[in-house]
């Protein structure tokens, strides 16, 4: 039976579900994603919800659906542990508003409109929408046009097309937002960063080398390591569509400001940033700049300050893509026993910054 399961999914698997966007939920037992597909698992036969507490399977062997309905019809059997096809009535009435936003993206939303939707009064829509996915109504909104923005570029459209596409009733209102959401502008991003112009310095640093980078808009990279060449060479290829040069005068006040934060005489380094990062790692980096000088959190803990008790490997995934050190202190985060876990320029740099901070307070 299960040769004719695996037959039927290869043919049968929803094409509404992007599988990366679907596999990285499912490995962050992300919770918003619940009542929007279901994974199955082609050894087992058991199909299950995205935030399932099972042991993850081999991607290899998984399989997305966009509901239990055709993952039975492919032959697969309900998962007993997290049973996905029990979704609760405040679930259902997220995923209709959901699904309202997302098919009504190219007009203006209203709360009221979508409390109608759900069938709930404005704030209790409020309050469930926040709980459950981490975000308002408005800003859920905000999100699926800027992602629908980008799967537009990079299928080709033009910047004009796809930002009508994506419901901006203006270009103002995409490039007011554009930092928060893409990292740069519109047309940049497009271009895969080509026509930007990354500057940098370096400096020694009581942990080794250090390099500062930005571009007209803010920080870019603060990197951490042994030699100029090694930092340079990483940022150029960070960045290998962009104009990458030298300018130790424009960021002397940066670097000095970065070092004087190592030394333990500025306590919090508030500099503007421009790296591109999804919505989730942004919300992740804003909680550590949170955390005060000389303190430390568990990873368990940012994911339950964010409303997501479950996206701990997420929080740990979002420290490890940090290309700011300091400025964004994802060495503030450890693990659950106080071990320090990884750090993306090395532990025993972490142990230092940690034993500098305690020592300074």
């Known amino acids: 039976m299960m040769q004719s399961a695996e ?5 049968s698997e929803a094409q509404s579900v992007d599988p990366q966007a679907a596999w990285t939920a499912v490995l962050a037992r992300d919770g918003r994603y619940d009542g929007r597909f279901v994974y199955a698992v082609r050894s087992t036969g058991i199909f299950c919800r995205p935030s399932c507490p099972s042991r993850r399977p081999h991607r290899r062997h998984v399989a997305f659906y966009d509901g239990p309905a055709s993952a039975r019809a492919a032959g697969f ?3 007993r542990r997290c049973t996905p096809e029990a979704v609760s009535a405040a679930t259902r009435a997220i995923e209709r508003v959901r699904a309202h936003i997302d098919a009504h993206l190219d007009e203006r939303l209203t709360l009221a409109e979508l409390a109608s939707v759900a069938g709930l009064s404005p704030s209790h829509l409020q309050k469930v929408f926040q709980a459950a996915l981490g975000l308002s109504p408005r800003d859920y909104v905000r999100l699926r046009r800027a992602e629908r923005f980008k799967a537009e570029v990079r299928s080709g459209r033009s910047v004009t097309d796809a930002l009508y596409e994506a419901g901006y009733g203006s ?4 490039y007011s937002d554009a930092n928060a959401r ?3 502008t519109p047309g940049a991003y497009k271009r895969g960063g080509a026509g930007e112009t990354v500057r940098f310095s370096t400096a020694a640093s009581k942990l080794g080398r250090v390099l500062v980078a930005s571009t007209e808009r803010g920080l870019c990279a603060v990197q951490l390591g042994e030699s100029d060449v090694a930092l340079e060479a990483a940022l150029r290829k960070d960045y290998p569509r962009a104009e990458v040069e030298r300018d130790d005068r424009v960021l002397k006040p940066t670097l000095a400001a970065i070092l004087a934060h190592l030394d333990g005489d500025v306590p919090r380094l508030d500099l503007p940033l421009d790296v591109a990062a999804t919505r989730f790692q942004w919300r992740v980096w804003r909680s550590l700049q949170q955390i005060p000088y000389g303190e430390t959190r568990s990873y368990a803990q940012v994911a339950n300050e964010l409303g997501q008790p479950r996206a ?3 929080v740990a995934r979002a420290c490890a893509s940090n290309r700011v050190a300091l400025v964004v202190p994802c060495h503030r985060v450890v693990r659950k026993d106080g ?3 990884g750090y993306r320029w090395g532990v ?3 142990r230092r910054l940690l ?3 305690k020592g300074s307070r």
Do not use: F, N, P
Request: charged fraction near 30%; charge should be positive.
């Open 7 to 11: 037959v039927m999914a290869k043919t």
């Open 77 to 79: 059997r309900a998962c």
């Open 171 to 174: 270009g103002s209102r995409l």
């Open 182 to 184: 893409l990292g740069m």
């Open 312 to 314: 701990v490997r997420a």
């Open 339 to 341: 071990s320090l876990g």
């Open 348 to 350: 025993s740099r972490k």
């Open 355 to 357: 034993e500098q901070e």
